[in-house]
């Protein structure tokens, strides 16, 4: 199947599991965009040193904008470089370390086994099913199932997953993958507290924090060694890589208006390039296509 017809395949499974939400994101529905600041260090070429101007968006991953905020342990951090020139950049990613699903098809047919999630949660059946017909995807299901939410939108560790490559000025290339630190410390939330919350906590909790000053987070790169897999988004890295600081992000007050924006993850500028894993250009098209339908208002 052409690529771009299994990407509108996952969206429509996407909208028959979790409910068609008109206007909405396919998936992190519901999520609050704030004006930011990223201070580069110069470590990454394509982010050179300074100030930046950066927006970033924190989300619950749920494709259903009316799920609670406990249904959705897994976040999102989406956080989009405005580099001079108006060149754009973005680097998307969540709490989770490991990705469960290791090509687009696989992703798409396990969304057709998935059919419909009770409370956030698959029927014991199917779990089983996914986790003996897919062996590739048992070490992240068993992450994600034990995954506790944030104690804030601010306190949770992104990983975007993906390997990426920096590219020298002689032309040779470095596997690299990112992940931001917050300053406020990594916390969780129990499942009985999280649980406890009502809808909307995560927002303002962020609001009233930021109205007291900004919230941060740091930019490390990890750098891959000959044999660290650069196709594959259900597999870390070993712990023990070295990490590098690109940066650091300051997300002010401000809160912006969604105008449409697009956090496409393979969006490059020189410096930088995706590596071959198929699940991160399948993203570009799923997303785009999202994007289209939330923009047209279905
Ligand atoms: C088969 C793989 C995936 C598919 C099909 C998929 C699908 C989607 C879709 C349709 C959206 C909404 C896009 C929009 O309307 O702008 C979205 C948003 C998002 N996804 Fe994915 N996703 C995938 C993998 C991932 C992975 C691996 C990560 C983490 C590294 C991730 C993190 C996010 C985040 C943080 C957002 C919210 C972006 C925003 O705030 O605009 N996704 N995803």
New binding site residues.
Partial sequence: MEKKQL?GM??DR?EKVFGKHNG??????R?V?YEAVFTATGNAAHLQAGETRAAV???H?S?NPVWTDAMSPV????VQFQLPGGRLTNI???N?PV?F?KT?ET??EMLGLAKSLKNGRLPLRTLVKLLVKYPDSRAAIKVLRKMHAPASFVKGR?????AFYFIDHKGNRTPVKYEWEPDAGVAALSPKDAKAMEFGHFEQELESRLKKGPAGFRLNIIIGEPGDPTDD?TKEWPKERRKIVAGHLEIRGSQLQDNG?????TAMVPGIACSEDR??A??SL??????A??TEGT
């Avoid at 992104?158 to 993906?162: E, V, W």
């Avoid at 924006?261 to 993850?265: E, G, Q």
């Avoid at 799923?286 to 994007?291: G, Q, V």
Wanted: proline share 8%; charged share 15%.
């Fill in positions: 990407a996952a969206i996407i909405y994101r396919r998936a992190h529905a999520g965009i968006r924190f989300s991953s494709p976040k999102g951090m989406a998307v990613g969540v989770a990705f699903a687009p992703f798409t992104y990983y975007a997953m993906h988004p924006i697009l956090f496409d993850p699940i991160l399948f993203r799923a997303y785009s296509i999202s994007h339908r939330r």
